[in-house]
């Protein structure tokens, strides 16, 4: 590294403002800077010998920034793009003087490298004038396979919006967008041969009765192919099989063992319907699919997903039970594997080299096929001992409260510390919680930090200030940031019983954003905590530059007669769930279809008894508790909850016991009332209720066996 110890040696004993260093991310191999400059203006692009198309993006950039000289007569200086065989594949040489720049290259690619290395090095002076500093670099990357993965399915993404993030990708030379294409809750590709895909499989229908969805045509796939391509990035597809395929079971019913109709997930998570591997039928559409696709795509790869394949549809399927005996496999594990190999020689006759999820290795992989490790350093070592080439990954969906920039700096794409069959790595976005307003606060700065790994094999010195200013263009553009190792927003309303007001709390990621609140006609902002005097539904919303970020937090509070009243509750809820095992569940604020949200209280395996003081003897006409259904999460409807009443506490009366006709079938989430009417108004100070767990797991569900949960909350008493 003789010229890096130089640039060194040089910013010691001569002024800063021309020698400091310049904000290249990733950073070179070698840099030395030189005195003097070379002014972006009447500048000319000359294309050497076999280099076509080599400028053509330099010299849009040129224009935008009117640099570029009219007609012969003015022009100054000289860009000139030669070719240079001894910069390999993807290097190349920058040489920049007063009165030229020389870019040295082997290949479109090589130049496309350079090209951006010049974008960036673009720096203005006191007058506003823009110029290269004299300068040399030598150039070229580490990793082969630089990418990042975006969840399409879960949140959509439009057109404009890829084009504008595949721009910032080009400009950090990462040279992979993998487009996670279909999954349980969108299907996201026009398929011409089987039009429901779109129209039913791309729109799923939320809990609050609105529609969500969209869809890229062929046309539009072209075009983001075309767009990333003229960056240098190849786009390779994923379409989720044999798992992972509820929106296009919805579409045609057939597709899935039991041949049911279900609808488009709304919720997140592994589901059990899969693509029936058993039938020909499912092979004849998975095949006119690819046969679609394929040619929409030049990247020599293909993703066919893999990953989180439960087997108890297969297992209880007749079809895919006589696969197996005819096949001779022993069991629906190597089914999987039968499935992918069946996919991956589909795929080889077409010409594409298949890509799964580290799952595929379930069973046995043909070595041919390329790994994509999400499981951890086993998975990575399993790949090797098969002789897989493997793209590691650094899931970006991770809050940066919990996946600090510093982790970021720590990854290493190795496998104990040894780079064999690493193709690269990709830091994939998965879209459950993100979307475009706020996908941003999980890629920057961090995929500054990651293509600086997988381009120059390491994270030098100095990448926080190198990635100031590219952080500070972003925002500029409208994309927010992680300025912190922070959650974009966080809030919380507890219940004061000394004054029956709540207070809402909320935490911001950055200092330069606000909340919104609004319940009923009355609005506002606020930065820290907002008191709420009334019930009703109130609406936090994180904005910043005046943009929503997020969808709002909704939060119901419900007027009723046991507010505030006194719980006795055994036994005591779990601590991981909710946050006020004292006043939860009289605290007037109702649980969300988030069994996270802090405001379910929940027991396992047991029969909560829950006790209310409500202070003095009350007329009661109603008692009602709300309970939670979310079935992957275990968390099931108690079979029934009787309520009793008592005017002393100690002699009791049974009013009723409510049921419900709510299957286990159904995954929820669902908020279901149990209802205990009185048939004439009851005086009385006490309220009992015991919630009746509805036992174990049945036997289809993953966690067969093992005791399920009861969320309540929250009692009320009318
Ligand atoms: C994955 O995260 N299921 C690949
Ligand atoms: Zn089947």
């Known amino acids: 590294m003789p010229f890096r110890r130089l640039l060194t ?3 010691c004993c001569l002024p ?63 860009v000139r793009f030669q070719r240079d065989t001894a910069q390999g594949e993807k290097g190349y040489a920058i040489t920049v003087e007063r009165d030229r720049v020389t870019i040295d290259a082997a290949t479109r690619q090589g130049a496309l490298n350079a090209t951006q290395t010049l974008r960036q090095l673009a720096t203005k002076d006191s007058t506003g004038t823009r110029h290269w500093p004299c300068v040399r670099i030598q150039d070229a990357p580490a990793f082969a396979w630089r990418g990042t993965m975006l969840d399409v399915s879960r949140h959509f993404y439009p057109v404009d919006f890829l084009k504008r993030y595949i721009d910032v990708l080009a400009s950090l030379k990462m040279n992979i967008f993998h487009w ?34 969209g869809f890229y045509t062929q ?76 040619p929409l795509f ?68 043909d070595s041919t096929a390329i790994v994509e490790v999400w499981r951890g350093d086993d998975e990575a070592r399993k790949a090797r001992a098969n002789g897989n080439a493997m793209i590691r990954t650094i899931y970006f969906d991770a809050s940066p409260a919990n996946l600090t920039l510093d982790k970021v700096k720590a990854f290493d794409p190795r496998v104990d510390g040894d780079a064999r069959g690493i193709l690269g790595a990709e830091c994939p976005v998965w ?6 307003r706020s996908i941003g606060w999980y890629v920057f700065p961090r995929i500054q930090v990651f293509a600086e790994r997988m381009w120059s094999g390491e994270v030098h010195d100095g990448i926080d200030a190198r990635i100031a200013p590219h952080i500070a263009r972003l925002e500029h553009e409208g994309w927010i940031t992680a300025t912190a190792d ?7 309303v507890r219940f004061d019983p000394g004054t029956r007001t709540w207070r809402a709390t909320a935490a911001c990621g950055r200092p330069d954003m606000q909340v919104q609140w609004a319940m009923g006609k009355d609005s506002g902002v606020f930065v820290d905590s907002l008191v709420v005097q009334q019930t009703g539904t109130l609406r936090l919303t994180p904005v910043w530059n005046g943009n929503a970020v997020q969808d709002p937090t909704v939060i119901t509070i419900t007027p009723n007669k046991a507010l505030g009243a006194k719980q006795e509750v055994s036994p005591l809820p779990s601590e991981k769930y909710g946050r006020d095992p004292l006043q939860g569940l009289t605290d007037g604020l109702l649980g969300t279809a988030s069994y996270g949200d802090g405001l379910w209280q929940g027991w396992q395996g047991v029969d909560p008894v829950v006790i209310i003081d409500l202070d003095s003897v009350r007329t009661i006409r109603e008692l009602s508790i709300r309970c939670l259904q979310q079935v992957p999460a275990w968390i099931v409807l108690p079979t029934s909850i009787s309520f009793e009443t008592s005017p002393d ?36 100070r006490y309220v009992r209720a015991v919630l009746h767990n509805s036992g174990k797991l049945p036997a289809w569900h993953l966690g067969a066996g093992g005791d399920s949960w009861i969320f309540a909350d929250e009692v009320i008493v009318r």
């Open 298 to 365: 030049p990247s020599p790869w293909f993703h066919i997903g893999g990953d989180e394949v439960p087997k108890d549809r297969w297992q209880a399927c007749p079809d895919c039970q006589a696969r197996m005996k005819k096949e001779g496999l022993a069991d629906e594990h190597g089914m999987q594997a039968w499935a992918v190999q069946r996919l991956q020689k589909y795929l080889a006759k077409q010409g594409k080299r298949m890509i799964g999820w580290d799952e595929v290795l379930e069973g046995g992989l």
């Open 180 to 213: 996670h294409l279909t999954d349980d809750q969108g299907w996201r590709v026009e398929v011409k041969k089987y039009p429901r895909l779109t129209e039913v499989g791309a729109w799923r229908t939320e809990a609050d009765g609105s529609r969500y969805g």
């Open 9 to 11: 040696g040089i910013v």
């Open 486 to 492: 922070k959650d974009l927003f966080r809030s919380a």
């Open 219 to 294: 046309q539009e796939v072209k075009e983001v192919v075309a767009y990333a391509e003229a960056r240098g990035i190849t786009v390779v597809p994923e379409i989720e099989f044999p798992g992972h395929c509820t929106a296009a079971i919805a579409a045609y019913p057939w597709l899935g063992c039991r041949q049911d109709t279900i609808a488009v997930a709304t919720t997140w998570g592994v589901f059990h319907d899969v693509y029936c591997v058993g039938r020909e039928s499912t092979w004849t559409f998975f095949q006119n699919v690819l046969d679609e696709l394929i």
């Open 431 to 436: 879209s459950e919680r993100i979307d475009p």
């Open 649 to 684: 506490g100690k002699a009791w009366t049974m009013l009723a016991t409510a049921t419900h006709q709510v299957p286990i079938e159904e995954a929820g989430p669902l908020v279901h009332d149990f209802i205990a009417h009185a048939r004439t108004p009851i005086k009385a």
């Open 16 to 78: 800063i403002v021309l020698f400091a260093q310049p904000a290249l991310v990733p950073w070179p191999t070698a840099i030395e800077l030189k005195e003097g400059i070379f002014p972006l203006k009447q500048v000319s692009v000359i294309e050497g010998e076999g280099a076509q198309g080599w400028g053509r993006m330099l010299r849009s950039d040129l224009v935008a920034n009117d640099a570029l000289a009219r007609n012969q007569d003015e022009i100054l200086h000289s």
